[in-house]
């Protein structure tokens, strides 16, 4: 099962909203396994314990990468210790930022190209509705730019994307 690690970082390279969980969409409803649970993370504790870090250790390749493109996607930009990382710019240069691990830590599987597109373009529509959502946020007038996202609305509608489209 895949598991997610989703943040938003602010213009001052400060964290300001934080997500950790797992794929609805490979969740099987037959195994017997506690871990297997969609929506939670599968991810190891030494991993959990450094995804911030790899975040943030992202940041130097989004800012080399930001003045090559125009594109707000950027794409995978990187990858450590077998997870992938996906990236994106909003207008105000705030970033997000997708760690993730699709195989759930089993290496190789059948159609990976294809699985691959899929996934990117998943992501791709993910981040695009996160902008709208964190626009929306931005639009709230009790909302400074690199404050902390504490709202539940907040929270409840990124969960619901993530599981429409992770």
Do not use: H
């Not at 240069?93 to 159609?111: H, M, V």
Request: glycine letters at 6%.
């Amino acid at each position: 099962m895949s598991s997610y690690y989703f943040t938003i970082i602010g213009t001052r390279d400060n964290p300001l909203y934080e997500l950790e969980f797992s794929s609805f969409k490979t969740a099987v409803s037959s195994s017997t396994s506690t871990n297997n649970i969609a929506g939670r993370s599968n991810f190891p504790t030494s991993v959990k314990e450094i995804l911030p870090f790899i975040s943030n250790s992202s940041l130097d390749l989004i800012e080399d990468i930001q003045w090559s493109t125009n594109q707000f996607s950027l794409g995978k930009i990187d990858s450590f210790y077998g997870l992938l990382i996906n990236a994106f710019i909003t207008q105000g240069n705030i970033k997000f930022l997708l760690c993730y691990d699709l195989n759930g830590g089993n290496p190789g599987s059948g159609g990976s190209n294809l699985q691959s597109k899929n996934e990117d373009n998943s992501i791709k529509q993910f981040f695009t509705e996160v902008n709208e959502l964190y626009v929306k946020c931005l639009l709230n007038p009790f909302y400074s730019v690199n404050d902390a996202i504490t709202s539940p609305d907040f929270d409840m509608r990124l969960k619901m994307l993530a599981r429409k489209y992770l």
